[in-house]
């Protein structure tokens, strides 16, 4: 399976949940549309023409382990690591315990065989046990000696009876729309508490990183010590211009999720407006809790972040050579998994100088037509203009 493949997997397709037996979407907050989410095609999100993004099944344990559970007198539901109060006017639904967490069906999508699946919560002691990007993370429990990432997954196709309903009934309704309300009601079984949004923001993660960037810029430290330190050399070259700005001004930070799995990444990058806004010359994400630098960029050697949960990697070996490649961050991992990439070389070819790539891997490009290699450059060019704050502040 071609790797690019496997990363749009992780980014929001689809997967198979066994209590309830239904497709989820696991890469973002909508709700549920009024069409099949599976009729999408792999080409619609930048893989290779005629590939269909297969299913994978969710590991949610051992399917002799899940559960039904019923709420008590007040709401409450027991899972194995925590506990989870639904409000009193949502009723007909049904909710299961798996191992790691509880989720929760629509009773009568359900009955009528409609799947009914509506979100789970899923509570993780080692970060790289889920998938990320499948998994968007809500928040931690933290016990005595202990933190627990908490995640939360949810449909992403119709889930009831759309030949009855031409809208999301009432009953479903209701359970979506608590989703956020049971959540921040988590009550960890052994004890401690449960910390809506901890470990999610930027601010929260990135602070010692901000301070060695100051450090770096204010001292004035050269090409080869920023390298040695995983830092672009750019903030070294910036004060060697001949009419040199302050670069504690003109460079910046900011925080954003570019793989959609709820954890903020840094971006550092040139304060700048026009088409270059939101230029980043280094990148950094959380493994394990801690922050890792993933890559740096450079003049010809640029990078964005795209709308939707990639990065774009801009490259130019100048006027006849430029290569722009998206790529997708694995969740608590610095690896970059190409997802389409296209060229511009009439080294190669000067008749025929556009090319595309869905395995940038292996170095394997296809010639097209300008107008497809337009139509694929379109498809990376909904760039984030990300407003940095200056290090000076």
Known sequence: MKRNIIALIMAGCMITLCACNVNINTGGTAAPQAEDAGDKTAADDGTAPDEQVPEETADTGNEDSVKEISPDANGVLAGDLFSVTVPADVTGYIAF???????????????????????????????????????????????????????ITQATDVQWDYEKYTAMPESYEKIYKSMDAIVNSIKPAGGGE???????????????????????????????????????????????????????????YAYTDMNSDGIDELAVGEITEGEDKGLIYDIYTMIDRKPAHVVSG????????????????????GADLTEVVSYYITPNSTELIPQIAVKYDAYENKDNPWFVSFSYEEGEWDKISEDEFNEYLGRMDDIKRLDFTPFAN
């Not at 009955?111 to 509506?118: E, N, Q």
């Not at 003049?299 to 990065?311: K, S």
Request: charged share 25%; aromatic share 12%.
């Open 97 to 151: 315990s798996s191992p790691n967490g509880i989720e929760l069906c629509d009773k009568e999508a359900r009955d009528a065989g409609f799947g009914g699946y509506v979100f789970s919560i899923q509570a993780y002691k080692n970060p790289g046990d889920y998938a990320g990007g499948i998994d968007t993370k809500k928040g931690e429990i933290h016990l005595q000696d202990e933190i627990y990432d908490v995640t």
């Open 298 to 317: 450079y003049p010809r050697d640029r990078y964005y972040v795209l709308n939707g949960g990639l990065i774009v990697n801009e490259a130019s070996g």
């Open 194 to 252: 449960y910390i809506a949004g901890a470990g999610t923001k930027g601010e929260d993660l990135y602070g010692d990183v901000i301070e060695q960037f100051k450090t770096a810029i204010s001292e004035g430290w050269d090409a080869n010590k920023l390298e040695e330190n995983g830092m672009s050399s750019m903030y070294y070259a910036m004060s060697q211009y001949e009419s040199a700005p302050d670069v504690m001004k003109v460079t910046g």
